[in-house]
Structure formats: structure tokens, C-alpha cells
């Protein structure tokens, strides 16, 4: 990463034009955040969920996603799902039906129809799970409370179904804006804004925590005492010290590639001679970036979001499928953790599995070992002790292969990092509660990070091109 040619890079206009057009979409996206769902006594309605949201790691995961959108019940609160949703679905579809596989390869056109439909698909998901929240929230949470009607006309679910589903709408229609600047994914930059804007909350209630003037302090050495809570004290240390320590790695691993080298035959043309040169293809250790980890938590979050939904309905025929799905696909906490069962084991090990299913998923999308292949071949280029066209398809897909084995491996048990953590605090009577909640959201923050980062720095040396002349 040159720093310099990022700094000398926003003297320039159009570097300054589209950076402003970023950060005004998230300012514009934070704005919409805490605008309420048209309901019946929002204040009260907003701290019934908010203390059940934090009660649970299934609130806690929506919650993180939506931005803290769940707990301040904005028109937001649905968030970018359906259109992740959408997204899986139309590119497994891509891999399926032969005529999307054609589209995608005629390019750019082929492309824009497909993510066309994608955004058709998005809306009517869009409606189906802004009545799935609503009915959630009206049955299992506003149930509760004691003030406030939680009565509900035609005109009141018509009202927010549609305020829900246009947030989601415009949610979609903000990140599609952001990637059209060409400094990073908009949909992983909402979700990384949305992470940021929970930073301030999660240090106030560890600082709250820590400096807890009921507990006797901290003694160091016998010199001085430290007003700290000695236990909150050693925790944070740890947590810090082990997080630092993933975060190198996680740089690591996200950094990592390997380089193949392709050669470009010489060729004679009139009087003139052009080729023979060498040439780089970089293929990166994880390619998928963030993006596996994103669909493993919206698919994770549909499994127990229903069992929520079935268990709300009161009927006993679907109860025990209903507690079954809760149990098994919410997140263990400590609770969970201190007589664990082989039901604690489901989540972690299926979110791992669903990583690696999806880094090898969204891998083939991004790198299409054919594609690259015959492009080399109709370039002059090949791989040096490899023949043109399928010979090299066939050592692209093995380099690849291994990589994401590897890749894919190593981004799983990072993911599910925070979980043994968890378990081992809770072996040993620590609360720790949020920490699965904080690794995911610390991935998902270094990976779009570092992706937006080598997008800037790309978009720089565009605009300062013409300084080194």
C-alpha cells in the first residue's frame, strides 16, 4: 500500500467527487438507521426489543448486520439480506441454467441483465421478510409488553411492510451507488459501516465495566492501586492480546497470493516486433475476500429466524421442529458453554463448513480458470512447461484448488475462533457473551477494510498517473 500515492491522490478531483459521494451515502445511510418503523408507541416498543436483542445471540447477529437498526427498530431493520439473499440464489442459478452461464460469459451486457434480475428477485424477498419480522417482533416481543397496544389493522401491516421493504429497496440502491465509484463493494461497505457504528456503544460497556467503582481495584505490584475491576481487567487484556494477534494473521492470510508468471510469445508484424515479455497472474490465498463469511451468517440466520417465527405461532404441531431450530442453529452462549451438549457443537461446526462451502463457492465466480485460459491463449500468452488452452485450464484450477483448501480452512477456523474462546471463558466463569458477535464483526471490518484499501490505492495511481511524466 503507498500511502504517498493515496495522499497525493486527493488533491485531485474526481478522487476527492468520489470519495465525498462514499462517505455522503453512509452518512445518508446512518441517517436512515434511526428513522422508526411506523408503529404503535415506538419508544416503548424500542426498549422491549432493544433488552431482547441483547439477551440473545440470534438479536445480537441480526443486530450487527442491520447496524443496531434491529435494536432502534428502523426502517432499515430488514437490511441488506434479501439482496444477499438474492445474490446467492441468482448466482447459483448462473451455475445451473445454461443460458445464465451464457449471459455471464457475453460480458458486461450479460452481466447487467443478471444483476437486473437479481435486484427484480430482491424486492418481493424484500416483503416476505418484512412480514416474517413483523410477526416476529408483534407475537414474540410486543407481546410483552406491558404499555402500548400491540394491535395491528390491514392499514398498520400495509404501512410497515412497505417502510421496511423500501428501506431494504434503498439500502440495495445506496450500496449499488458506493460500487459504482470504484473504491470498494457498496454492500460490504454498508455492513462495514454498520459494524463501525456499534464501536462506541461496545467500548462504553467495557468501560463502564471496567471502571466499576464497586470493586476494590487493582493493585499493581503493591505500589498503587488501579481503579479497575481486576477481573474485567485481565479479560479485555486477553481478549486484546489474542485479537491483536488474529488480526495479524487475518492481514496475513488476506495478503497472501501466489504469483504465476506468464510469458507472451514474440511476434513480428511488418518492421515492427512487439511481445516477448513476462508478465504476472496473481491468484490470492482466499479470492472470495469477505464475502463467504457474509453468506454463512445470512443462511445461518435463516434456520433459527424461522424456528422464532413457528415457535411465535402457538401451535403445538410445530413446537418441537420450532425448539429444535432454535436450539441447534442460534449461536451457543455461556450458558450454553458451561454443560455443553453435542447441540452447542451444530452452529459452530455448520458455520465452518458453510465458510469453506462458499469460499469454494464464490471462488469459481470470481476466477474462471476457462476464461483466463482461453484470454491467454488469445493474448499469446502461456505458463512456462504448460500448453495453451487446456492444459493451462486444468493447472489454473489445480493452483487454485490448493489455494483455497488452504484458504478456505484457514478462514473457517478464524471465524470460529471466538467460539472456542467463548467456550474456554466459560470453562472458567468469564462472561463473554458478545465475543462471537465481536469476531465476526472484527473479520468482516479487517477484510472490507484491507479490500478498500488496494481498491483506493488502484483508483490512485489512475488519477496520479499523468504526476510522472
Known amino acids: 500500500m503507498n500511502w504517498k500515492i493515496i495522499f497525493r491522490s486527493l488533491k485531485n478531483r474526481d478522487m476527492q467527487k468520489r470519495l465525498g459521494i462514499i462517505f455522503g451515502l453512509i452518512v445518508v445511510y446512518r441517517f436512515l438507521a434511526h428513522v422508526p418503523v411506523p408503529l404503535a408507541e415506538p419508544t416503548a416498543l424500542r426498549e422491549i426489543i432493544n433488552s431482547v436483542v441483547s439477551g440473545t445471540d440470534f438479536g445480537g447477529f441480526l443486530n450487527l448486520l442491520s447496524g443496531g437498526s434491529l435494536a432502534g427498530l428502523s426502517i432499515m431493520l430488514v437490511g441488506l439480506t434479501p439482496f444477499i439473499t438474492a445474490s446467492i440464489i441468482s448466482q447459483l442459478l448462473t451455475k445451473v441454467v445454461p443460458r445464465l452461464e451464457e449471459l455471464h460469459k457475453d460480458g458486461e451486457s450479460g452481466r447487467r441483465k443478471i444483476s437486473q434480475w437479481t435486484r427484480i428477485v430482491t424486492v418481493?424477498?424484500?416483503?416476505?421478510?418484512?412480514?416474517?419480522?413483523?410477526?416476529?417482533?408483534?407475537?414474540?416481543?410486543?407481546?410483552?409488553?406491558?404499555?402500548?397496544?400491540?394491535?395491528?389493522?390491514?392499514?398498520?401491516?400495509?404501512?410497515?411492510?412497505?417502510?421496511?421493504?423500501?428501506?431494504?429497496?434503498?439500502?440495495?440502491?445506496?450500496?449499488?451507488?458506493?460500487?459504482?465509484?470504484?473504491?470498494?463493494?457498496?454492500?460490504?461497505?454498508?455492513?462495514?459501516?454498520?459494524?463501525?457504528?456499534?464501536?462506541?456503544?461496545?467500548?462504553?460497556?467495557?468501560?463502564?465495566?471496567?471502571?466499576?467503582?464497586?470493586?476494590?481495584?487493582?493493585?499493581?505490584?503493591?505500589?498503587?492501586?488501579?481503579?479497575?475491576?481486576?477481573?474485567?481487567?485481565?479479560?479485555?487484556?486477553?481478549?486484546?492480546?489474542?485479537?491483536?494477534?488474529?488480526l495479524y494473521i487475518l492481514v496475513k492470510i488476506n495478503e497472501a497470493q501466489r504469483i504465476i508468471t506468464i510469458n507472451y510469445a514474440k511476434r513480428v508484424n511488418s518492421n515492427s516486433a512487439y511481445g516477448g515479455v513476462k508478465s504476472i497472474l496473481p491468484v490470492k490465498l482466499i479470492a472470495a475476500g469477505v464475502i463467504p463469511v457474509i453468506f454463512a451468517i445470512a443462511f445461518l440466520s435463516l434456520p433459527a429466524f424461522a424456528g422464532q417465527v413457528l415457535k411465535s405461532t402457538g401451535d403445538d404441531r410445530y413446537q418441537p421442529l420450532a425448539d429444535n431450530l432454535i436450539t441447534w442453529f442460534q449461536a451457543p452462549n455461556d450458558a450454553t458453554y458451561i454443560n455443553p451438549g453435542w447441540e452447542a457443537l451444530v452452529y459452530p461446526i455448520v458455520y465452518f463448513s458453510l465458510v469453506i462451502l462458499f469460499t469454494y463457492f464464490y471462488t469459481g465466480i470470481v476466477f474462471n480458470s476457462n476464461e483466463i485460459a482461453e484470454n491467454l491463449q488469445k493474448q499469446g500468452g502461456f505458463i512456462e512447461g504448460i500448453r495453451p488452452g487446456a492444459q493451462t485450464e486444468r493447472y489454473l484450477s489445480r493452483t487454485v484448488n490448493r489455494l483455497i483448501l488452504f484458504g478456505s480452512i484457514a478462514l473457517g477456523l478464524i471465524a470460529v475462533m471466538p467460539f472456542m474462546m467463548q467456550f474456554v471463558f466459560a470453562q472458567v466463569g468469564i462472561q463473554a457473551g458478545s465475543l462471537a458477535i465481536g469476531g465476526t464483526g472484527l473479520l468482516i471490518v479487517v477484510t472490507v477494510g484491507l479490500e478498500t484499501l488496494r481498491q483506493i490505492n488502484s483508483r490512485a495511481l489512475m488519477v496520479t498517473y499523468d504526476d510522472y511524466k
Open 124 to 246: 418481493p424477498l424484500a416483503v416476505i421478510q418484512s412480514i416474517a419480522f413483523i410477526y416476529f417482533l408483534r407475537q414474540t416481543v410486543l407481546a410483552s409488553a406491558t404499555t402500548g397496544s400491540v394491535a395491528m389493522d390491514a392499514t398498520g401491516w400495509v404501512l410497515a411492510v412497505t417502510a421496511l421493504s423500501a428501506g431494504a429497496v434503498m439500502l440495495m440502491w445506496l450500496g449499488e451507488l458506493m460500487t459504482e465509484q470504484g473504491i470498494g463493494n457498496g454492500i460490504s461497505l454498508l455492513i462495514f459501516a454498520g459494524i463501525i457504528s456499534q464501536l462506541p456503544n461496545t467500548l462504553g460497556t467495557v468501560l463502564r465495566s471496567l471502571f466499576n467503582e464497586a470493586t476494590a481495584g487493582l493493585s499493581v505490584f503493591g505500589w498503587f492501586t488501579l481503579p479497575v475491576d481486576p477481573t474485567t481487567f485481565w479479560v479485555v487484556l486477553l481478549i486484546s492480546v489474542i485479537g491483536l494477534a488474529l
